[in-house]
């Protein structure tokens, strides 16, 4: 064979091995994406259960104790200032609830940390008889801790 498509050969199962490599390395990448997609699902499910439900002390242990809420209308919240609110907010006559819009849900990992998920939620409640509901944006900062998946920083905001 002559050298010249010997190299032409050489080179091209080179690349044709470096292009199978990124392959399965793109392929394992988007497997640890889509299980890190799925855990924060679950935790944004379990949390917000806890809410619908007005279930306060389930809903503080998913938030660790340095907590920083960050709302467009109501400013900065620290862990108590948070709870405090989400209590009042627990004793009022009508039941608010969550609803997370699914196909905004986003996650991306955090090397060495956790996650950031973004996406929109939908708010409602009847009032007067009627069914009131209003959608925003959000971002959560999640830690994985060793007592499991914690929200360390949480924005809401376009209210």
């Keep these: 064979m002559p050298k010249p498509v010997k190299r032409i050969l050489i080179v091209s199962a080179l690349l044709f091995s470096y292009f199978l490599a990124g392959k399965a390395q793109g392929n394992a990448h988007t497997a640890e994406r889509l299980q890190l997609f799925n855990e924060i699902a679950l935790q944004d499910s379990i949390l917000f259960n806890a809410f619908n439900s007005r279930d306060l002390d389930r809903m503080k242990q998913y938030f660790t104790s340095d907590l920083e809420v960050f709302q467009d209308n109501t400013g900065l919240r620290n ?18 609830t969550r609803t997370l819009v699914k196909a905004s849900m986003e996650v991306y990992p955090i090397k060495g940390f956790g996650a950031i998920q973004t996406g929109s939620h939908v708010f409602s409640h009847i009032e007067n008889g009627k069914m009131e509901s209003a959608t925003f944006k959000f971002t959560h900062i999640w830690q994985k801790t060793a007592q499991g998946w914690k929200i360390k920083r949480l924005i809401t905001y376009d209210h």
């Excluded at 862990?79 to 608010?96: H, I, M, P, R």
């Design 79 to 96: 862990f108590q200032q948070t709870v405090a609110a989400f209590g009042d907010l627990f004793k009022k006559e009508y039941v608010l």
